[in-house]
């Protein structure tokens, strides 16, 4: 049995038995920096806000390159999301969750049909035209790859659309 | 996603996150967060259900205004399917916290 089917294995059964779920979360354990928690104020309105997703639930376009899932300390790289056309264009490369719903309905990860009612509603300012897809449990040489690298890209993309405020997903 | 979260906040632009992992927010330390004790793949609800969708959203923009204390994880009340989204009452507006 490949270790890919393995996971998908685990992840379709942790889903549904959730109490399983407890080994897998206590065997990752995440890298802290030690460092302070950053801190930027709201100084806007919401409804005057840009705002944008990102996403460590492996969404991204059929046409981009899917995640690497053969590495076992995952890919750091992202791919840059098209709002416009995400709803009908996406594919999920993640085998670390079940994600036969959220196939069925994107915005369970990924919620940018309710971001968009919010907007025409006039509860957001506006939707960005892009937003940001990574993959979640990222471990040893990547971090240094995910946190100096790729989100430095993102930081730099969001700043070029002047986001205003970033809401995160994972999955 | 905490990482990337704070590298965010850091450059300047406010965030909120969602959890699902709760052990893993408290440990990453990201500036503002909304839990949910939901099942691995779901952290906005369940497929179709729009109004349980839409009240994580804005529970999580009304912490992004309500916080003060850096590395806050917000426990929300929503309970899967037992509870009545229908009930929540939506905010409206969100404005900054005036001092």
């Known amino acids: ?15 549904r038995f959730p109490g399983l779920a407890k080994r ?9 920096s030690g460092e302070p ?37 995952g890919d750091p790289s992202f791919r840059e999301i098209d709002a416009a056309t995400i709803s009908n264009d996406y594919v999920i490369t993640h085998d670390y969750y079940d994600h036969a719903d959220a196939e069925k ?14 907007q025409d509603e006039g509860v957001i300012g506006d ?11 990222i471990d040893g040489h990547h971090i ?6 790729s989100a430095k890209k993102i930081v730099e993309r969001l700043k070029r659309q002047a986001v205003d405020v970033v809401l995160l997903t994972p999955a | 996603m905490g990482l990337v979260q704070r590298e965010i906040e850091k450059a300047g632009i406010p965030t909120v996150g969602v959890s699902i992992v709760r052990e893993y927010t408290e440990k990453v ?33 009304k912490v992004l205004y309500s916080s003060t204390t850096p590395g806050e994880i917000v426990d929300l009340p929503f309970r899967w399917r037992r509870y009545d989204y229908d009930s929540y009452a939506e905010p409206k507006s969100l404005e900054p916290i005036r001092e």
């Open chain 2, 29 to 61: 330390q990201p500036p503002r967060t909304v839990y949910v004790k939901w099942p691995f793949g779901h952290p906005l609800g369940e497929p179709g259900n729009i109004r349980q969708q839409r009240a994580v959203i804005l529970e999580a923009f």
């Open chain 1, 24 to 32: 897998f979360i206590d065997a990752y354990e995440p890298w802290a």
């Open chain 1, 37 to 73: 928690t950053p801190w930027t104020p709201v100084t806007k309105p919401l409804s005057e806000c840009r705002v944008a997703l990102v996403t460590t639930s492996g969404v991204h376009h059929k046409g981009q390159e899917p995640f690497d899932m053969a590495d076992s300390a």
């Open chain 1, 1 to 15: 049995m490949s270790q890919r089917f393995k996971n998908q294995l685990i992840a379709k059964v942790i889903t």
């Open chain 1, 127 to 137: 939707l960005a035209a892009r937003h940001y897809s990574l993959m979640g449990h």
């Open chain 1, 105 to 118: 309905d994107l915005n369970i990860i990924f919620p940018i049909d309710r971001l968009r009612e919010l």
């Open chain 1, 144 to 149: 240094a790859t995910l946190v100096g690298q």
